[in-house]
T-cell receptor, first 113, second 117 residues
Framework: DQQVKQNSPSLSVQEGRISILNCDYT??????FLWYKKYPAEGPTFLISISSIKDKNEDGRFTVFLNKSAKHLSLHIVPSQPGDSAVYFC????????????FGKGTLLTVNP | NAGVMQNPRHLVRRRGQEARLRCSPM?????VYWYRQLPEEGLKFMVY????????ESGMPKERFSAEFPKEGPSILRIQQVVRGDSAAYFC???????????????FGPGTRLTVL
């Protein structure tokens, strides 16, 4: 029973273009969403988050959009850089146990120079 | 300002042996979380601990697995009588004291990769 789904295992984009990573969830109790970035042999690093009371959060080149009715969120990276190449995990938590993150399987982003 | 430290980074055990994974949280952090990542999967929550207390172990297998976070020293995840299915990356995360915030950001360590032969 996968509550957070990242249906694209991989994504390849050209440097300078936009990268769009998608995530769907099924648990309507989730109220906080996060994106983590992970390089090989390292732990996940927090990137950006959004509360369910918002539909957009922006931080530099990174923007997360949340569509609650569709139970869908996306991460936009503009412009993409080769250093952005990594695995991106979508994660969610619910207010009842806000410490327990539920992760998707991840999307491998490759940004080509 | 050291981050979350985990050791060993790689651990090889034969079936039936014990595995001990250590996690030192970031300075000032009193909350520790353990996650497991099986091959081709996302991270899955195992257990949440505060100093000398297990707060939530709902994600931990009922048998062979245990976790502790003593008053002094690192948090330990212990797996007894390991089996091949225990082979995975085990990540520890830590966070500062919660204070009614909607979410407390978790900082992850580099993980321990356990291989059971």
């Amino acid at each position: 029973d996968q509550q957070v789904k990242q249906n694209s295992p991989s994504l390849s984009v050209q440097e300078g273009r936009i990268s769009i990573l998608n995530c769907d969830y099924t648990n309507s109790m989730f109220d906080y969403f996060l994106w983590y970035k992970k390089y090989p042999a390292e732990g996940p690093t927090f990137l950006i988050s959004i509360s369910s009371i918002k539909d957009k959060n922006e931080d530099g080149r990174f923007t997360v959009f949340l569509n609650k009715s569709a139970k869908h969120l996306s991460l936009h990276i503009v412009p993409s850089q080769p250093g952005d190449s990594a695995v991106y995990f979508c994660a969610a938590s619910d207010g009842g146990s806000n410490y327990k993150l539920t992760f998707g399987k991840g999307t491998l982003l490759t940004v080509n120079p | 300002n050291a981050g979350v430290m985990q050791n060993p980074r790689h651990l090889v055990r034969r079936r039936g042996q014990e595995a001990r994974l250590r996690c030192s949280p970031m300075k000032g952090h009193s909350h520790v979380y353990w996650y497991r990542q099986l091959p081709e999967e996302g991270l899955k929550f195992m257990v949440y601990l505060q100093k000398e207390n297990i707060i939530d172990e709902s994600g931990m297998p009922k048998e062979r697995f245990s976790a502790e976070f003593p008053k002094e020293g690192p948090s330990i995840l212990r797996i007894q009588q390991v089996v091949r299915g225990d082979s995975a990356a085990y990540f520890c995360a830590s966070s500062p004291q919660t204070s009614g915030r909607i979410y407390n950001e978790q900082f992850f360590g580099p993980g321990t990769r356990l291989t059971v032969l």
